[in-house]
């Protein structure tokens, strides 16, 4: 069991105020927020992210990792997964109605009208956040937070909030007497790689905490937790970064055996245990490189020597010569 810090006021205004006009203002907020929700709109999904994002930074195995940010591996997804990928995007919007509703003040946008990201290592390493909210009852009401949004299964969720979750809640509700003590690991032991990213934003958008939201999908059961952002932590998973997007060969593998249990899931594991060939294109070639140096997250090609549009990353060339580490 973890020492998370739950912001049970928060929690409390939530359902309050949902309860008090039977979600009125909750459903009036919904409609003016999920038709901004870009993710979930968008129709021009690229085959691969063109930098490596903050939010696998903090994933276990290094050489997935970089598997990722060299384009290995081009995932294909099964209708249902892809339904799954925009329900998350769209409990995004929920979660920002839900805290308009309580008052909260919500910005999903920077002041140059652009979603919020972050940028490091030249622009090799990046991502974009959810948002900044501000006015959350159980911190300094000025005070901005990082505004970070997930959705969970049941499993997932038992183990980030507890088996005894809604219990727990509503004897901090005011719902039951019974009080019931917390039972979950918290973000940072249920979710390694959420609690990097979150530590990763805060960091570099100058903010002191994160406010972690989470659903399950199952029940619409909602945990939330506050993360004060640790800069060692931070800084930590930054040289992580930085030196995953420089390494011109594969980082050491989690685990030699091909049936080790993480292993069988990773979507790398052909290339990786079974000397399947990788994705064809200019990350996976001997010839490219990334630009160390210079701002953009530019790559340079040795062999025609000049830089690399994104577009023709994606599709290589006649002269591909495949990474001999690959």
């Not at 309580?102 to 979603?115: E, F, I, R, S, T």
């Amino acid at each position: 069991m973890a020492h998370a810090i739950i912001p049970y006021e928060t929690l409390k205004k939530m359902h309050q105020c949902i309860t008090v006009d039977q979600g009125n203002k909750y459903r009036e907020n919904l409609g003016k927020v999920l038709p901004h929700i870009g993710d979930a709109y968008r129709s021009d999904e690229e085959p691969f992210r063109a930098h490596l994002g903050a939010s696998i930074v903090g994933q276990e195995c290094p050489r997935a990792i970089w598997y990722s940010w060299r384009w290995v591996t081009q995932q294909k997804f099964s209708g249902q997964m892809l339904r799954l990928f925009n329900r998350g995007h769209l409990e995004e919007g929920r979660f920002v109605a839900l805290l308009l509703t309580m008052g909260c003040k919500v910005y999903q946008q920077d002041a140059n009208g652009k979603q919020f990201r972050i940028t490091h290592a030249d622009g090799h390493m990046g991502g974009s956040g959810d948002g900044v909210v501000i006015g959350i009852p159980d911190v300094d009401k000025a005070t901005p937070l990082l505004l970070e949004c997930k959705t969970h299964n049941e499993k997932s969720f038992a183990k980030l909030a507890g088996s005894n979750w809604r219990k727990h809640l509503d004897y901090h509700l005011g719902l039951s007497k019974v009080q019931v003590p917390f039972d979950g690991d918290g973000v940072k032991e249920a979710k390694p790689e959420h609690a990097v990213q979150c530590q990763l934003y805060a960091s570099k958008m100058g903010l002191s905490a994160s406010l972690y939201m989470a659903v399950n999908k199952n029940t619409d059961d909602i945990y939330c937790e506050i993360l004060p952002l640790d800069t060692n932590f931070a800084e930590q998973f930054l040289y992580r970064g930085e030196q995953l997007t420089l390494a011109q060969k594969p980082p050491k593998k989690l685990s030699e055996s091909p049936g080790f249990w993480r292993c069988k899931f990773c979507e790398h594991r052909p290339v990786c245990h079974l000397n399947a060939a990788p994705e064809v294109n200019c990350r996976t070639c001997t010839f490219a490189h990334p630009v160390i140096g210079e701002p953009g997250g530019q790559w340079h090609c040795n062999h025609i020597q000049r830089r690399l549009t994104k577009e023709e990353q994606f599709k290589g060339c006649v002269d591909y010569t495949r990474n001999p580490d690959l």
